[in-house]
């Protein structure tokens, strides 16, 4: 099933763990109509720009999944309502800085990114149909920051 454009709900609900431990990451019609908004809203623009072929590492995590991953139980993730991306090429920074510039998102992380490190961490998004918070954080260190700090 597409998504979208370049999105299938195969690339949404992926899972090495789930998988590994057998675990059936499902979502319902409700968190796959999220997933579709992120995928358009989100996903769809960043390809368009950067013009990369990429796959989130996450995306949908039913609860089961998410708390063998040891995240909590309030992420965004279990909805259907986000995704954590790199783009082969563009510094996490960089892409975090993109988005917060040109997307229309709810919360934008920069997780575990190392100033020097390209690479190094990953950016989560997430978008919902309304009341979009436009928060933009850091975390690393254990420690949710203020902004993008690279
Ligand atoms: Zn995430």
New binding site residues.
């Given amino acids: 099933m597409q998504l979208s454009e370049h999105f299938s709900l195969a690339d949404l609900v992926k899972s090495d763990v789930a998988n590994r431990l057998k675990i059936k990451n499902i979502p319902n019609e409700k968190e796959i109509n999220c997933l579709g908004q992120v995928a358009k809203n989100i996903l769809e623009p960043i390809w368009s720009h950067f013009k990369v072929s990429f796959v989130p590492s ?1 995306g949908y995590r039913c609860l089961k999944l998410n708390r063998v991953l040891k ?1 909590k139980d309030t ?3 279990i909805k259907g309502e ?3 991306i790199e783009v082969p090429g563009i510094s996490n920074f960089d892409l975090a800085e993109w988005i917060y510039k040109n997307l229309d998102f709810d919360q934008l ?1 920069l ?1 575990f990114y190392k100033p020097g490190e390209p690479t190094s961490g ?1 950016v ?1 998004c997430s978008y919902i149909d309304r009341g979009r918070r436009q928060e933009v954080l850091t975390y690393s260190d254990q420690t949710y920051s203020n902004g993008l700090i690279g």
């Fill in positions: 996450s995240s992420s965004q993730h986000a995704v954590d992380i997780e990953w989560h």
